[in-house]
């Protein structure tokens, strides 16, 4: 019958309209280890699409529900029309439009809605957006050097230049050593991490879990390396089920609390939508060297989140052992990190593009957080350019003792020697704030 087309139609339509904007991280993908059959089966059930659009059936025959139904690409630009005006500072919404989208091949367009996703699902996003190849910025940039002009407030053609050397940076100390003991501060926990994303593989939001998986396998012959080398040594923490390196969930939560391991991910609903969290906990660990002071991340928002950390006074310290580890993984063979001609290393979030580099210190500032809040320490760091966070991360308190972990904001048109010197003149006047306090 007529009403009976016009149902399937809709389902028709529903159905490519979830399967188009689903990717990765749709729920009927599993994990390798619940696949059945051949390696790369992928097992898929139907039952609960079935359920749903037969009730949406039963609606519309009795008369008591009227279903309009968008094409994938209408729905994207409704979407970010709904996002503009509810959360004028979504830069992905802001750039997501018609005249973009009508310039898109389908395929691309297809693509282009993944990346889109996770800032349209979460319209309070800023950013909102995720690349999922290392081409991407590429591929869509006249939309990514718009997003990234407004978040890093750079012209639209900047271009990234990597620098470690220190000595290229003006007000270095003479002796070019960041000491903290000349700023009359005792020891505090120092740490640098970079975001590397290997060339072969997809981004973390594109990833099948089989994906995920090989590349963990990859990296752990590279942590073999590492293993065997006096200067990191350690070992290697998996979390894949049947893994030769697997830890218990007992263990993994004592290495999270310590702050050597990141938190499940499944939870966090933008890396969901953007199909990064997916398939957790398959492909997912973390290489700690013998001393702890060296960690791989595997498996995170990017491949690997590659970091230094020490207790101690001389930033050039944990900067120049980041800088060792990162020369002896890219020199192992067949491990090439995905690097855009113009924009430096690539990275799943454009707000970590260029340099991928955090540096930051937990330091004591009883008297700016006297009200149990970073709020005075925040309108002081602001202008500094630095970012304040708790000691667990972004959105998380201070420690009741004042403490907050504070880090350069830049990542992208600035050189890794920038920002560690950053740091180091952001913490020499915070100290002076403090102080005066």
């Known amino acids: 019958s007529c009403c009976c087309c016009c149902v399937l139609c809709c389902s028709f339509v529903l159905i490519y309209n979830k399967i188009i904007m689903s990717g990765a991280d749709d729920e009927r993908w599993l994990p390798a280890s619940e696949k059945l059959g051949s390696a790369g089966t992928i097992s898929m059930s139907s039952a609960k699409k079935k359920a749903f659009f037969d009730k ?22 409704k979407l970010a029309e709904d996002a503009r005006k509810s959360h004028p500072h979504n830069l992905t919404a802001q750039n997501t439009t018609k005249d973009y989208m009508d310039s898109l091949s389908p395929a691309d367009q297809k693509m282009f809605m993944k990346i889109v996703k996770s800032g349209l699902d979460n319209p309070d996003s800023t950013m909102g ?11 869509f940039r006249p939309f990514f050097q718009k997003v990234l ?9 900047a271009k990234h230049e990597t620098s470690w050397d220190l000595s290229t940076v003006e007000g270095l100390p003479e002796d070019g050593q960041l000491n903290l003991m000349a700023l009359k501060l005792p020891p505090l926990s120092m740490r640098v991490r970079v975001g590397r994303n290997l060339k072969d593989f997809p981004l973390p939001g594109a990833m099948f879990a089989k994906d995920r ?21 350690g070992r290697y923490y998996s979390l894949t089920p049947g893994h030769p390196d697997h830890i218990d969930e007992e263990k993994y939560q004592e290495l999270v609390s310590a702050h050597i391991m990141f938190k499940d991910m499944s939870a966090d609903p933008y890396l969901n939508t953007a199909g990064i969290s997916s398939h957790w906990p398959q492909g997912r660990g973390c290489y700690v060297s013998e001393d702890k002071g060296f960690i791989v991340w595997v498996g995170e928002e990017d491949h690997l989140r590659i970091m230094c950390m020490k207790k101690g006074s001389i930033l050039n310290q944990v900067f120049d052992r980041l800088k060792g580890g990162l020369d002896t993984i890219e020199s192992i063979k067949g491990l ?4 855009s001609p113009d924009y430096g290393y690539v990275t799943s979030c454009p707000t970590n593009l260029g340099t991928g580099m955090r540096a930051s210190v937990h330091i004591k500032i009883p008297k700016l957080t006297a009200d149990g809040t970073d709020k ?13 966070r708790g000691l667990g991360g972004e959105h998380t308190a201070i420690g009741a003792d004042g403490t907050c972990d504070i880090s ?11 920002i560690i010197k950053a740091l180091y003149d952001g913490i020499s006047q915070l100290k002076a704030a403090e102080d005066k306090a």
């Open 376 to 388: 005075k320490a925040k309108a002081i760091c602001k202008p500094l350019g630095l970012s304040v």
């Open 408 to 418: 350069p904001s830049a990542r992208f048109c600035i050189s890794e020697a920038q």
């Open 129 to 139: 957006c995720y690349a999922m190849h290392p081409t991407d910025y590429e591929r």
């Open 213 to 233: 998986v090989t590349m963990e396998k990859k990296m752990c012959e590279a942590f073999e390396v590492l293993k065997a080398d006096p200067k990191f040594g």
């Open 336 to 339: 090439e990190f995905a690097v």
């Open 56 to 77: 949406l059936a039963q609606k519309e025959a009795a008369g008591k529900e009227s279903i309009t139904v968008l094409k994938p690409v209408e729905k994207v630009l």
């Open 149 to 157: 002009s407004g978040y890093h407030k750079v012209a639209e053609d």
